[in-house]
C-alpha cells in the first residue's frame, strides 16, 4: 500500500552529517511515510550510509545516480515517489520530531502546499543558533498571495519544510541547469506558486539547518551576472501566467533584496550604469520606498572601495548586536 508522504532526500558528499539527517527521519512521531534517499554520484561514504540504512527500515529506498545537481536529484525523487504529497529535505539538515505530523494534520481540500513558518539554524549537536525564518501567525494563501510572500521575503524560500501535493509537479518545475546551484528552492516555488489553489502557512518549528562551513549558504560566491539569471529565472512564470502587473512592487522588493546579497559578498560587477540596476532605480522613483531600500540603492552608486568599507562595517555592527541580544537571552 502507498504511504501518505514521500520524503525525498538528495544526498551528495554529506557523509559526516547524513546519519544525524536520516536518524531525524525515521524517528518521526508520524511513521506512515516513505523515505528516498538520492545519491547524486557521492565520492564519500555518503552512499554506504544510504544502502546500510535501506537495509534496516523497510520504508527507505535508495537511488544512485551520477552526479547531476540537487535539482536532478530532487526531480528523480519526485519520479519515484509513490505518495500523493511530497516533502524535501536536504542531506545535511535535521527535521523536529513533529514536523511530518504537523504537516500532514495540516492538508485539507482545495491545499496545495502546507508550510512550516519556523525554521532554526542549528549547529552540529543540534543546538539552536538562531532562527532565520519566523512567522507570528498562520494564513491560507491564494496564489498571488503566496507569491507575493515568496517575492517580500515574507515565508520561507527553501522547498524543505514543506508539504507539496504530487500533481503539482511537472516537467518544467524542475528545468534548471546545473549552473544554478543557489537559489535553485526559490525558483521552483516561485513556478509552483502562479498555479497553487491554495497554499496553508503554520506557524510550527519545522526545519532545522545545520550550521557548518561546507553548505552552500557558506561556500557560494554571489555575483551581480547572477542575480540578474536569477531575476529572469523568477520573472519568467510570473510573466507566463499574466502575474507581473499585479506583482510589480513585490517583484521591487526582491530585486532590492538581489541588490543586497550581491553588495554583501563585494561583487565589484555590480555598476550604477547597469541597465538592469538603472531599470529598478527608476521603478524606486514610482513608489514609496523605505529608509533602508533607499540606502541600499546609493551604496551601489559609490565607488567600489567605499562601498566595501561600508558594507563590511555594517555587518560588523549588526554581529555586535546580535552577540549582545544573546547574551541578553
Not at 8 to 35: G, R, T
Not at 109 to 126: L, P, T
Not at 227 to 252: Q, R, T, W, Y
Not at 285 to 311: D, G, M, Q
Amino acid at each position: 500500500m502507498d504511504r501518505p508522504i514521500s520524503v525525498i532526500v538528495p544526498v551528495y558528499n554529506v557523509a559526516p552529517f547524513l546519519k544525524k539527517c536520516i536518524d531525524s527521519i525515521i524517528v518521526q512521531s508520524f511513521a506512515d511515510f516513505e523515505l528516498l534517499l538520492i545519491d547524486d554520484g557521492s565520492q564519500d561514504e555518503s552512499a554506504n550510509i544510504c544502502d546500510e540504512y535501506a537495509l534496516k527500515d523497510n520504508r527507505i529506498k535508495v537511488v544512485h545516480q551520477i552526479n547531476a545537481g540537487v535539482t536532478a536529484a530532487r526531480r528523480k525523487g519526485v519520479e519515484v515517489a509513490r505518495s500523493n504529497w511530497l516533502c524535501f529535505v536536504d542531506g545535511d539538515d535535521m527535521l523536529p520530531k513533529d514536523a511530518l505530523l504537523d504537516l500532514y494534520n495540516n492538508r485539507a481540500a482545495g491545499v496545495d502546499i502546507v508550510i512550516g513558518s519556523q525554521i532554526y539554524m542549528v549547529d552540529e549537536q543540534g543546538k539552536i543558533v538562531r532562527k532565520i525564518c519566523t512567522q507570528a501567525s498562520s494564513n491560507d494563501w491564494n496564489n498571488i498571495e503566496f507569491l507575493k510572500a515568496l517575492l517580500e521575503g515574507r515565508t520561507p524560500l527553501s522547498v524543505c519544510g514543506k508539504l507539496y501535493r504530487r500533481d503539482l509537479f511537472d516537467s518544467l518545475v524542475f528545468d534548471l541547469p546545473k549552473s544554478m546551484p543557489y537559489g535553485e528552492d526559490y525558483i521552483m516555488n516561485v513556478r509552483l506558486a502562479v498555479k497553487v489553489q491554495k497554499v496553508r502557512a503554520i506557524d510550527k518549528h519545522m526545519y532545522n539547518y545545520v550550521q557548518h562551513g561546507n553548505s552552500c549558504m557558506h561556500t557560494f560566491q554571489n555575483t551581480w551576472e547572477y542575480a540578474k539569471s536569477m531575476n529572469d529565472f523568477i520573472l519568467h512564470p510570473i510573466k507566463a501566467h499574466g502575474l507581473e502587473e499585479v506583482c510589480k512592487k513585490s517583484i521591487f522588493y526582491a530585486r532590492i533584496h538581489m541588490l543586497l546579497e550581491v553588495l554583501i559578498d563585494n561583487d565589484p560587477g555590480l555598476s550604477k550604469e547597469d541597465p538592469f540596476f538603472i531599470e529598478i532605480k527608476e521603478y524606486a522613483k514610482t513608489i514609496n520606498v523605505s529608509l533602508r531600500e533607499c540606502l541600499i540603492l546609493k551604496i551601489v552608486a559609490c565607488p567600489f572601495h567605499l562601498r566595501c568599507y561600508i558594507i563590511d562595517t555594517a555587518r560588523k555592527v549588526s554581529q555586535l548586536f546580535r552577540n549582545l541580544l544573546w547574551w541578553r537571552n
